[in-house]
């Protein structure tokens, strides 16, 4: 039952994108916590969504851009994660890793499905008004197209729940999270670290793109890796210390 919410979850998330209500549950950060929330484990669906959410935060979608879709992505990422123990887990570095590298291969084949839909939604509308049904057909052609984006979220979503619950299933990824050689903390400083770029590229484009203001994004990655080598030392030298760490601590135990 779990996994249908779930993948019911991957439908809103992809129509919520940008045909449908955009009540910003397509933003990886949320789709992400709201799977966690479904398993049981909203924190670690909060900290792989918001990973997801920092990394493709630089994306603008002018244009004819192609982009991922991290939104529906976020789903089956989580459920890994999950399942691999979480945040609270002994792996949880490997698991915080693995849910995030899913997400991305996710986000990206999410990416391709909504540049091939829109294509596809264009020639509708284009025959829709050369049979002459007028305002009527364009409006049927709307509502197919709404249906067809759903059910896009949807298949996408149990594709990459059925991926992730066969990785489980057969236990060669729990290998993978317990030979991780990175502490959950040192991981999340990691990816955060790698956030910075594209959250770099973002001040960059914003101030358009001029190598007079270059320095902009070089000190956003630098403060980044700066923010997540101490959020990493703080997490590592406390780590099982519930009193001094915001977090729970994902080592062997309390030191």
């Known amino acids: ?75 089956p990422a989580v459920w890994l994660a999950v399942g691999w123990g979480g945040w609270v887990g002994p792996a949880a570095g490997g698991a915080l890793a693995g849910g995030v590298a899913v997400g991305l291969l996710l986000a990206w084949l999410g990416g391709v499905t909504v540049h ?56 060669g990824g729990t290998a993978f999270a317990s030979h991780w050689p990175l502490t959950g903390a040192e991981t999340l400083a990691l990816l955060l670290a790698v956030s910075a770029l594209s959250l770099g590229r973002q001040v960059q484009t914003a101030a358009g793109g001029r190598t007079r203001v270059v320095t902009r994004p070089l000190l956003l990655v630098a403060a980044g890796i700066a923010g997540g080598v101490l959020l990493g030392l703080l997490l590592g030298v406390h780590e099982g210390t519930e009193a001094l760490v915001l977090l729970p601590a994902s080592g062997e135990g309390a030191s």
């Open 1 to 75: 039952m779990t996994l249908v919410i779930l993948a019911l979850l991957g439908a809103w998330v992809a129509l919520d994108g940008t045909a449908f209500g955009q009540f910003m549950v397509s933003r990886p950060v949320m789709s992400g916590t709201l799977a966690g929330w479904i398993v049981g484990d909203p924190l670690t669906g909060f900290l792989v969504g918001g990973v997801l959410e920092l990394l493709f935060l630089g994306g603008l979608p002018v244009g004819g851009v192609r982009l991922p879709e991290p939104g529906p992505a976020a789903i």
């Open 116 to 171: 091939l839909q829109r294509v596809r939604n264009g020639r509708i509308s284009r025959a829709a008004w050369a049979r002459g049904g007028g305002p009527p057909a364009l409006a049927r052609a709307q509502a197919l197209a709404l249906l067809t984006d759903g059910a896009r979220g949807l298949l996408l979503t149990t594709l990459g729940l059925g991926v992730t619950t066969g990785l489980l299933l057969l236990g």
